[in-house]
């Protein structure tokens, strides 16, 4: 243990800086202050290789076999019968990416988008179709 606490010392940090260097008194100034330039934010940290974040949908590409469907294991993806295409819901999603793995012909991949908070769980945000 001893050992892995020393080789921490020389990793670089996994995870990013506050994203101002002193905290502001009022986050709304800090905002503005983004917003005209004033301060700078950190920018996030680069994303490691095969990060599963937003699932992207080739829409087109889709032939509705519906293999994603029966593999998800969060309910997140329902099928559009009249379209015979697919819907995801996001705030469902656990980002497994069992549904990219499954696709029979690449329509879904896992991208690096990562900042997907939102305060409606079905914001269109946070519907992928
Ligand atoms: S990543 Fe996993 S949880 Fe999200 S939609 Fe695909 S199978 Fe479902
Ligand atoms: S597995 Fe792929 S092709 Fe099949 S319904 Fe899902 S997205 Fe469409």
């Not at 921490?8 to 260097?21: A, D, E, I, R, V």
């Not at 004033?38 to 994303?47: L, R």
């Not at 949908?57 to 293999?67: D, F, P, Q």
């Not at 295409?85 to 793995?101: E, G, H």
Request: glycine share 4%; charged share 25%.
């Amino acid at each position: 243990m001893i050992l892995q606490l020393l080789a921490q010392l020389f990793k670089k940090p996994f995870t990013n800086k506050h994203p101002m260097k002193y905290i502001p008194s009022s986050s709304t100034t800090f905002f503005k202050d983004v917003q005209n330039g004033k301060v700078m934010m950190n920018p996030p940290v680069g994303t490691p290789e095969r990060f599963r974040g937003k699932i992207v949908y080739e829409t087109e590409k889709c032939i509705g076999c519906k293999l994603c469907l029966e593999v998800c294991p969060s309910e997140a993806i329902i099928f559009k019968d009249e379209e015979k295409k697919i819907r995801i819901y996001l705030a469902r999603c656990t980002f497994c990416a069992q549904c990219t793995d499954v696709c029979p012909v690449n329509c879904l991949r896992m991208s690096n988008e990562f900042l997907l908070a939102d305060t409606q769980k079905y914001s269109p945000s946070l519907i992928v179709e």
